[in-house]
């Protein structure tokens, strides 16, 4: 099946590395594609597999991942997080490797107030060391619609996308010794926890259990990602329903342009541009153009 490996620039690296392929992609079908893993009854799939829900209460929140592990490609998720009093909750969506030197590429999405805006949280790990957290604000609310959260996992570069917009972009700098994920296969994780002791206002307010519990939606998952069999990895190209430019390339000028908006007007922490925190200079990946 070499052939499929010239369909897309993305599995192209992969392909040649990994010289296996077969393609995938999918969506829908929660029950095919991930396994509820802790929280008791507190995660559900209902909707014939169409529509996953997972909630905390005082006692417990709970989790799930994939059943599948990928190695590359563009993974697509619709949530819409917990609403109203949200304070003190902490809603995490990651692709993970497993082990003490595990990369790992995440949304965490940090509950507030009713009306008080949340912070989507993100970090990329590799080789087990994170500390490399954007934060910013939305600009929509985040619990009245489900809106899509996507990772795009290449060889060359991670972009984290909200609605299509990319809203950071983490570039392979393996050439000055930044790791870079691209070895290690990773599930889909998402949990739904207790975190007041720092999620809201650094701690400040905390979850208010009388609203318990609380409880965020995920729908329309797609995959258009290269599936790991334990030894190698399958890729090709499907249907690609929510294709932009950058999918298959660096961030075109709209790309580009998109990413800066959302920097100027939304972003609301970077670990690039915290000298107290890197007193002896911000790390290396920081000091290069950000695409
Ligand atoms: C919650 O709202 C406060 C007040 O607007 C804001 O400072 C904070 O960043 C918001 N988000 C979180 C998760 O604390």
Redesign the pocket.
């Known amino acids: 099946m070499a052939s499929s490996c010239n369909v897309v620039s993305m599995a192209l690296l992969a392909c040649l590395v990994l010289n296996s392929l077969v393609f995938v992609a999918h969506g829908g079908d929660f029950y095919q594609d991930f396994d509820l893993t802790w929280g008791d009854k507190r995660g559900k799939i209902f909707n014939g597999g169409k529509l996953l829900s997972l909630s905390l209460d005082r006692v417990s929140g709970s989790g799930f991942k994939s059943k599948k592990e990928y190695l590359f490609g563009r993974i697509d998720m619709q949530l819409k997080l917990v609403a109203g009093n949200s304070?003190g909750t902490v809603t995490a969506y990651y692709l993970s490797s497993q082990g003490p030197t595990h990369d790992e590429i995440d949304f965490e999405f940090?509950?507030?107030?009713s009306g008080?805006?949340?912070?989507l949280h993100t970090n990329v790990f590799t080789q087990g060391k994170g500390n490399r957290e954007q934060q910013f604000?939305l600009w929509f609310d985040p619990t009245r619609n489900f809106h899509t959260y996507s990772i795009i996992w290449k060889p060359q570069h991670i972009i984290f996308l909200v609605d299509n917009i990319p809203i950071r972009v983490f570039k392979n700098a393996e050439s000055i010794g930044v790791p870079f994920p691209k070895s290690q296969p990773m599930r889909i994780y998402s949990s739904l926890w207790n975190a007041d002791d720092w999620?809201?206002?650094?701690g400040?307010?905390k979850t208010d259990w009388a609203k318990a519990p609380f409880t965020a939606y995920y729908r329309n998952f797609i995959a258009n990602a290269c599936v790991w069999s334990g030894r190698s990895s399958s890729c090709a190209k499907t249907n690609s329903v929510s294709a932009g430019a950058w999918e298959t390339n660096e961030l075109d000028a709209p790309g580009r342009r998109r990413l800066r908006w959302v920097q100027k007007y939304f972003m609301?922490y970077n670990y690039c541009t915290d000298l107290k925190r890197f007193p002896q200079g911000v790390p290396p990946e920081c000091k290069r153009p950000r695409f």
Not at 199 to 202: F, I, L, M, N, P
Request: proline share 6%; glycine share 12%.
């Open positions: 304070a940090l509950g507030n107030l008080d805006p949340y912070i604000y999620a809201t206002r650094g400040l307010v609301i």
